[in-house]
């Protein structure tokens, strides 16, 4: 079993900065082995893909709406995999989640486990 628990999340405004974490906890060579993506989802909209990285880091895929603006990263040390958000846009207003699975995948069932989300809202 893995536990994801999301960190970070605040009130920012349109063009600044911000860094969510996620936190994994569980069986060591579980949460090793995963590849971690994050997700969203706006009020009213489907969850949707945003990042999601394997457990070397050499593998990343981005969503075409982030790409440039988001880079996630993770340290296997700490059990942590980050989202760093910059140039922020109103539209990027949205829980943010954490994910974990197998593989790296953009889409939401190949994540077997999920972090409960940690809000941002990018004003304008």
């Known amino acids: 079993q893995v536990q994801l628990v999301e960190s970070g999340g605040g009130l920012v405004q349109a063009g600044g900065s911000l860094t969510v974490s996620c936190l994994a906890s569980?069986?060591?060579?579980?949460?090793?082995?995963?590849?971690m993506a994050w997700f969203r989802q706006a009020p009213g909209k489907e969850r949707e893909f945003v990042a999601a990285i394997t457990r070397s880091g050499r593998s990343i895929r981005y969503a075409d709406s982030v790409k440039g603006r988001f880079t996630i990263s993770r340290d296997n040390a700490k059990n942590t995999v980050y989202l760093h958000m910059n140039t922020l846009k109103p539209e990027d207003t949205a829980v943010y989640y954490c994910?974990?699975?197998?593989?790296?995948?953009?889409?939401?069932?190949?994540?077997?486990?999920w972090g409960q989300g940690t809000q941002v809202t990018v004003s304008s």
């Open positions: 569980g069986r060591t060579y579980s949460v090793d082995a995963m590849a």
């Open positions: 994910a974990a699975g197998p593989i790296i995948s953009s889409t939401l069932n190949t994540y077997p486990y």
